[in-house]
């Protein structure tokens, strides 16, 4: 399988792997900077800690417009891979790797990609994982959740001692209706001109009417803003998520019965209210 893989100056492969103690594992370009920001900040503030990313696809069946509206799919993968290389270096991670397949190869062959990624983590083994929320609107992301889960699975059975905390972060839809007690804020307020940078560098996710450098800041200062009724903010943006970490630990688990009692609590506490009507 063909990757790009960007190491940062300071790094070998090896170490870069070694160092990496929180990671992004996500479908497209530009999505580990909307559902990771807060590890990014984290790690670009701290000597001792090293953000890295992993795109599972090449993001060649993007929408486009402007001036990339006639580019071939060839052409757009290679700009939004340009553009990752780019936000990783911004951003100081460890690594950046990308995988040169469809959305299409991922869905029909799961199995064997989490296997290749199973291999791929098998020498850094991050202590944090951000990836996509399993209520995400947007299948590919489903699926880059469901594989990830795999392979993080398949190292656990022989390696008993490594346990992660995963985070499912909000892209397509948000997490603001799941009940607070299986919701998890994800501080993104520090260096907002590191925010903005990070996500303006994908002007081809841009610049065709999709305005997601300003959709991403919004929602994650309005998640902040929602937070509470009767508190003032105590953050100037957060992420919304759901720790997948269960899934893990039981790995008998399916997806459909971890979300189970989310959607429950939610029915039952958006019902409560009017349960005496007449």
């Known amino acids: 399988m063909k990757t790009t893989v960007h190491i940062h100056p300071q790094h070998t492969k090896e170490s870069a792997c070694q160092k990496t103690n929180h990671l992004a594992i996500v479908a497209h370009q530009d999505d580990a900077e909307i559902i990771g920001y807060s590890g990014i900040q984290q790690c670009y503030l701290k000597e001792s800690d090293w953000f890295s990313s992993i795109t599972l696809t090449n993001g060649s069946g993007a929408s486009r417009g402007g001036r990339y509206a006639n580019l071939s799919d060839t052409q757009l993968s290679a700009i939004r891979q340009s ?26 062959q799961m199995e064997f990609f989490a296997c290749e990624l199973s291999q791929q983590l098998a020498t850094s083994r991050p202590d944090t994982i951000y990836t996509h929320c399993p209520t995400d609107k947007h299948s590919t992301h489903r699926v880059v959740c469901e594989v990830v889960i795999t392979a993080i699975r398949k190292i656990m059975q022989s390696d008993h001692h490594y346990k992660p905390t995963i985070y499912g972060v909000e892209v397509w839809g948000s997490l603001d209706w799941v009940p607070k007690e299986f919701l998890v804020e994800l501080d993104c307020s520090p260096m907002a001109n590191l925010e903005q940078a990070l996500i303006g560098i994908y002007d081809s996710q841009i610049d065709g009417n999709k305005g997601y450098d300003k959709a991403v800041l919004g929602r994650r200062m309005a998640n902040a803003t929602f937070n509470s009724s009767h508190n003032s903010d105590s953050a100037r943006s957060l992420n919304l998520a759901i720790e997948l970490t269960p899934l893990l630990s039981d790995q008998s688990l399916t997806i459909s019965s971890f979300l189970a009692p989310i959607l429950e609590a939610f029915s039952m506490q958006t019902l409560a209210h009017f349960n005496n009507e007449k």
């Open 83 to 108: 553009e990752q290389i780019k936000a990783a270096q911004i951003g100081d991670y460890a690594f950046c790797i990308q995988w040169d397949i469809s959305s299409k190869e991922l869905k029909e």
